[in-house]
Every structure is written in structure tokens, then in C-alpha cells.
């Protein structure tokens, strides 16, 4: 990649505490060069939004295994949407019905990553994300 | 022939059949390397000159005889199988409920609950917090209104009743207590096991509220109070289950989960316990995962380690307290979304190897479970696994079956130094809480996770209908779905409680309870109390929370 590294915020959102998936993507992408901000545990939407403006990120990639992702997801959106945030890339990943996917997608999800992806496409994801949205 | 002749013999032996396997390679290169994650290469096979030093009496020794390697009953499987003991919660306690009873019909001995994040973390269902998570992950249990309802018709002198809850281990205790008095069931008649195993939240499964040491303040706490009250609950759950699923080694799970069973009699011996009162009622907790010998080999070396561990480092001396009882479950982490009746053997050479190490009670998962809560006929299907095992393979006709085995032992032996280098590491540092507190364990996890995940991308480890034998255009299977109303009424079920009750004995149970933690009086006494009154769960947490504060997690990648 050319220029200024990718900055990605990786959150856990919620009261799940599954953070494996969270922390190998998080090293995944810090070894293929962009800068991580891990937020740790039990994020709220509010809390995501505003350490992804004060960050400065291009990308948030959100973790939740708890099935509260359609109560939690949506606002997070909603937010970047009102504060003129909406060019950040949102990325989730977690155990997501299909349903619950289509419907995140139309919200503004760019995609949902579910349990056996590689961390190999989901870099290459951000990089083709950002060099299309360039 | 004297030993020394028939060693020799062996040697010339082995060397003869050296040149044939030189032969053989030559023909046929080996497919891969073949090594554990440990970093043990494995030999072609194992023969008697791996065991030259051995010695039956002091490492195996009979089932039910000191160090437990064979298992720790005389006659293991043949008196009476393990406990086939189902994870189940969702919703609200009227549906659990109803799962309960469906699986105790369907041939289940015992219970284990899941509750849900909210009341794992100390909050009512109607905190902010609790936003889109109430019911989910199990089941909301709020005040002991909602555990009546849970145990309703379920005998609680008859059934055993494990409950995975760790930070408000005693609030939940508590209810159970409360709920088994006013069934009229005499307390020493009461079984079952809370998880009360707080330092692995921190490093794995994240549902702490405390910080460490007030948190090991509860636990022991509830280890002076059950021992007194409740002689045949296990006060703790000591649990390497969710190391392994935070991604450890097999030789990590057991280092780290002893490492923290240390802490934890530590922490009891220095409140003043004495170790034969309360060392006997600690149970442990493990995952069956997909390496089967390792795994085998695995929970017998605990069994071992742990033995050793009590007589020589804590002086036990009643045997109960140096044999390790455990729980397995099979390794959701290995569960796939992908072509998911794959999940269904997977699950049975997972379990079939916790039978092998002789286990006490064992969970079996669904095949739906890497796509959302299991439905009825995935759980069923699950427990007549177990009962296949049990029941038709014959494995549990004689105890240890895989005792003596060459590679067996060599690897049961590989899997105790290994552990016990870790285990000397954790001493170094000042045991398991100043191991947690620095982030040593959660670092080490987090490696073995990241090459575990780089090892599946470089197909150097096949998951199969994953990065091999994977097909385009599945078939969507029906799953389990949850009534989008439970959280609404959960909170109205809670309003009433709390409308209705009696205020001025809450508010002076919970001001008991302040004034217990506050001046280092075992708070288990009043927890009960303002349990019976009806105060709720997020309540008794928010009291405690005032006195102890909240733990902050350190952020390590």
C-alpha cells in the first residue's frame, strides 16, 4: 500500500466477552500495515462512534457472538450517519444469521464476516474497500 | 535373558526396522511434519524404549489409587457412566424451564445453566447496558422470582444443578439455596457446582465486574460458607474450557487452569481454611478439542499434576482432596458454520476422547452451534452421542482402556513438564493473579491463537468443509429461534418484584451487606438474605460495586 497506513478501529460491542476472533484480526491487519486501535471489552455504540471520530479511522470492524448485533448495530451506523462519518468503512464480524446480514448490509454494513473467513480476505476487503472509495 | 540382554536386543531390533523405515521413505516421503502444538515432533511410533525409566506404581498406578493418572474411581465407568449434563438457557425462565424438563425426559442426569450477559455481569434487564442482550446467551435471571420459575417441578434433592456463573457466583448460589428451602429440601442434600472461577474471566471469557482481589475475596468467601452449609456443592469450577477456547494449547489449558487452582487454594489457606475442609469440593473444567490422543493424554496428566500438586506442595492428606473431578465440553471452537453436520463427528471423537480420560460429567454441543443457539433436535441429537458412547461402543467397560500405551504415556509424560515449565513460570512471576494482573497469560493465549488462525490460512491445519472439501451452495438448516418478546416481559416481571416486595428489608439486608464487605465479614450470609427478600441481582452487584470498584481491562495486542 502507498501513502499513509490504513487506520482501523477493532471493537468489541456489547456485554460479550469472545474476544479471540477480535484480537486475530486486530494482528491480522497490524501485520499487513495498517494502524489498530483495539477498544477492548464491552463497548456501547456511543462509545465505538466516538473513539472512531477521535481516531481518525477509515475502518471499524465490530465482533459480537452474543446475538445482539440487530439492538447494537444499527445505532452505530445511525450515528456515523448524523455526524457526516457515513465514508467510514463498517465491518463486522461474529455469528450472524443471514437475515440479520441482508438486512445490516442495507443499513450501511459493508460486509459481514462469519466464523471461517480468513484474515487474508478480510485485509484484502479493506484495501480493495479504500482503493474503490479513493 | 537378563533386562540388560533384552534392552540390548531391543536395540538391534529397532535398528533393523530403522533401515526399513529409511526404505520406506525413500519410496514414499512422510506427507507433512508431524508435531503438537506444543512443538513436540512425534516419533514414527512409540516402543518400550521410550519408557525405559518407567515406573507403574508411582505414575499410574490403579484407578482410584494416588496419582489418579488411570482415573479416580476404583471401577470408573463400570459403577456408574459420567454425568450426561447439557448446557442449556435462553430466553426466559419459563422456557428454560421447559428445555430442562424436555432434557432430563430424554434420559439427561443433571443441569447446567446458561445465564445470559446481563446477569453474568451484575446487571438487571432493564439497565442500559443490558440493551439487546437480555435472553440471549441464556437465560435472565433478575431476583429469586425468576429462579422459582427456572426450577419450578425439578427436584432438587434428586437432580444435580450446575450453574456457569463467576463474578455473582454467590448472588446465583444464594437464589438456589432460597429456591431448595422453600421446595423443603434439606440443605446437605443439595448437588451441584457453581463456576465461581473469576481468574480466567479476566484472560478468557471477559464476564468480570471486580478486580482480582476482591473478587478472590467472594470466592473464598463461598468456599467457608459451602463447606459449612452445602457439603456436597462444588464451590468451584476451575476452568480450563474457555483458555482453550480463547485459543491456548492443550499444554497451556492444563498449566494455566492448575496455575490458577493454585491461586485459588493459596487464597483459601491464607483466609485461614484448612486444606482438607475445603480442597475436596474443587472441581475443574476442560476442553475435549480436536487432537484425540493428545487430549486423552491430556486430562489424564492433569489428573496427575493435580494429585502431586496437593500431597507435596499443600500437604493434603485426605485423598479427596488430590483427586481432580472435572466436566468436559466438547470444543464449540471448532464448531464450523460451514457444512454443519460435520459438527456431529466432531463432537462424538471429541467426547469420545473426555470418556477415554475418564471425566465426570460431560457436555456434548450442537451441530447448529456455529450459526446460533442449538434447536431441540441439534441438543438431542448431541446427548444421543453421549449415550452412544455410553451405552453401545464398549469403551466403558474397562477403566482407562488406553492406559500403558506406548505413545499414551510418552505423551501424558510430554504434557506434564511441559506444564509444569509453565507452572514454574507462573511461581516466578508471583502466581497466577500477578501473571494476570502483567498480562503474561493473556499474551501467551493470544499467540497460540494467532498461529493457530495463520496455521488454518496456510492449510498447514485442515478444517474439513473449510479450507478442504468445502462446497459452494449449501443447504440452510432450520435453527432456533427466539421470541423477540422475552425481553420486554423480563422487564415487567421485574418492575413487579420490584413494586411488590417488602422495601425496608432490602434496603437493610443490602446495607448489611455493605457494612460486610466493607469490614471483611464472609458477605455470603447477607447475600442470602437480601436474596430472599427479593433484592435483584443488580442491586447486590451495585453494592459491592460501591465498595470494590469496577476492573479495568488492560488492552494487550
Avoid at chain 1, 497490524?30 to 494502524?35: H, K, L, P, V
Avoid at chain 2, 435462553?90 to 439427561?108: D, I, P, V
Avoid at chain 2, 464476564?207 to 478472590?216: A, D, K, L, V
Avoid at chain 2, 417488602?502 to 464487605?517: F, G, T
Amino acid at each position: 500500500m502507498s501513502g499513509k497506513p490504513v487506520r482501523v478501529l477493532v471493537g468489541k460491542i456489547g456485554l460479550d466477552g469472545h474476544d479471540r476472533g477480535a484480537k486475530v484480526v486486530a494482528q491480522a491487519l497490524r501485520d499487513a500495515g495498517m494502524e489498530v486501535i483495539y477498544t477492548g471489552l464491552r463497548q456501547t455504540p456511543e462509545q465505538i462512534v466516538e473513539t472512531a471520530l477521535q481516531e481518525d479511522v477509515q475502518v471499524i470492524g465490530l465482533s459480537i457472538l452474543s446475538g445482539a448485533h440487530m439492538q447494537l448495530l444499527p445505532p452505530v451506523l445511525e450515528m456515523l450517519r448524523e455526524q457526516e462519518s457515513h465514508d467510514i468503512i463498517v465491518l463486522v464480524g461474529g455469528i450472524i444469521p443471514e437475515e440479520d446480514r441482508v438486512s445490516l448490509k442495507e443499513s450501511g454494513v459493508s460486509e459481514v464476516f462469519s466464523p471461517g473467513s480468513s484474515t487474508e480476505q478480510i485485509v484484502e476487503f479493506i484495501k480493495q474497500k479504500i482503493k474503490d472509495n479513493k | 535373558m537378563s533386562n540388560q540382554e533384552y534392552k540390548e536386543e531391543l536395540v538391534r531390533a529397532k535398528e533393523a526396522w530403522q533401515e526399513k523405515v529409511n526404505k520406506a521413505l525413500e519410496k514414499q516421503p512422510e506427507r507433512k511434519e508431524f508435531k503438537l502444538d506444543s512443538d513436540l515432533e512425534l516419533d514414527i511410533v512409540y516402543d518400550p524404549l521410550h519408557r525405559e525409566d518407567f515406573d507403574y506404581l508411582s505414575q499410574l498406578n490403579w484407578p482410584g489409587k494416588y496419582p489418579y493418572t488411570r482415573g479416580i474411581q476404583p471401577t470408573m465407568y463400570r459403577g456408574r457412566l459420567w454425568t450426561m449434563r447439557q448446557y442449556a438457557g435462553f430466553g426466559s425462565a419459563e422456557e428454560t424451564n421447559q428445555r430442562f424438563r424436555y432434557l432430563l425426559q430424554e434420559g439427561q442426569t443433571g443441569l447446567s445453566v446458561a445465564f445470559d450477559l446481563p446477569t453474568q455481569i451484575g446487571y438487571d434487564s432493564d439497565h442500559p447496558l443490558a440493551r439487546g442482550e437480555v435472553g440471549k446467551v441464556g437465560v435472565a435471571i433478575d431476583s429469586l422470582a425468576d429462579m422459582e420459575i427456572l426450577m419450578d417441578q425439578i427436584p432438587l434433592d434428586q437432580v444435580s444443578t450446575s450453574m456457569t456463573i463467576n463474578a455473582p457466583a454467590a448472588v446465583l448460589l444464594a437464589m438456589y439455596m432460597a429456591v431448595a428451602e422453600k421446595q423443603g429440601i434439606p440443605m446437605e442434600k443439595i448437588k451441584g457446582t457453581i463456576q465461581n472461577d473469576i481468574l480466567k474471566e479476566y484472560v478468557a471469557r471477559g464476564t468480570y465486574i471486580f478486580p482480582p482481589r476482591e473478587s478472590m475475596r467472594l470466592v473464598v468467601d463461598i468456599f467457608s460458607f459451602a463447606g459449612e452449609k452445602i457439603p456436597n456443592w462444588n464451590t468451584i469450577s476451575i476452568s480450563g474450557y474457555h483458555i482453550r477456547e480463547a485459543g491456548s494449547t492443550a499444554v497451556q489449558e492444563v498449566a494455566f487452569t492448575l496455575g490458577n487452582g493454585i491461586a485459588y487454594v493459596e487464597a483459601a489457606l491464607e483466609a485461614g481454611l484448612e486444606i482438607d475442609r475445603f480442597a475436596p469440593r474443587l472441581s475443574f473444567f476442560f476442553n475435549a478439542h480436536s487432537n484425540f490422543l493428545e487430549e486423552v493424554a491430556k486430562f489424564r496428566a492433569a489428573r496427575r499434576i493435580w494429585a502431586r500438586l496437593m500431597k507435596e506442595r499443600f500437604n493434603a492428606k485426605d485423598p479427596r482432596s488430590m483427586m481432580l473431578r472435572f466436566h468436559t465440553q466438547t470444543a464449540g471452537s471448532t464448531l464450523t458454520a460451514q457444512q454443519p453436520d460435520i459438527n456431529l463427528v466432531r463432537v462424538g471423537f471429541q467426547a469420545l476422547s473426555a470418556v477415554l480420560g475418564g471425566t465426570q460429567s460431560l457436555h456434548t454441543n450442537s451441530r447448529d452451534e456455529a450459526l446460533a443457539l442449538p434447536s431441540e433436535q441439534s441438543v438431542l441429537l448431541a446427548l444421543r452421542t453421549q449415550q452412544v458412547i455410553g451405552h453401545e461402543i464398549g469403551v466403558t467397560d474397562t477403566a482407562d482402556p488406553l492406559g500403558g500405551a506406548y505413545f499414551i504415556e510418552s505423551l501424558t509424560d510430554h504434557i506434564e513438564e511441559e506444564a509444569l515449565k509453565y507452572i514454574a513460570r507462573i511461581d516466578e512471576i508471583g502466581g497466577a493473579v500477578e501473571a494476570i494482573e502483567n498480562g503474561f497469560i493473556q499474551q501467551e493465549i493470544q499467540a497460540s491463537a494467532y498461529r493457530y488462525q495463520k496455521e488454518i490460512e496456510a492449510q498447514k491445519r485442515v478444517v474439513v468443509g473449510v479450507n478442504r472439501f468445502a462446497i459452494s451452495g449449501e443447504q440452510p438448516i432450520d435453527l432456533l429461534k427466539m421470541d423477540p418478546s422475552t425481553s420486554q416481559r423480563q422487564v415487567d416481571r421485574l418492575k413487579e418484584v420490584r413494586l411488590s416486595r417488602k422495601q425496608e428489608a432490602v434496603a437493610s439486608a443490602l446495607q448489611d451487606l455493605r457494612k460486610a464487605a466493607q469490614s471483611g465479614a464472609n458477605m455470603m450470609p447477607c447475600i442470602l438474605t437480601a436474596v430472599k427478600a427479593y433484592a435483584t441481582m443488580g442491586e447486590i452487584c451495585n453494592t459491592l460495586r460501591d465498595v470494590f470498584g469496577e476492573y479495568q481491562q488492560h488492552n494487550i495486542l
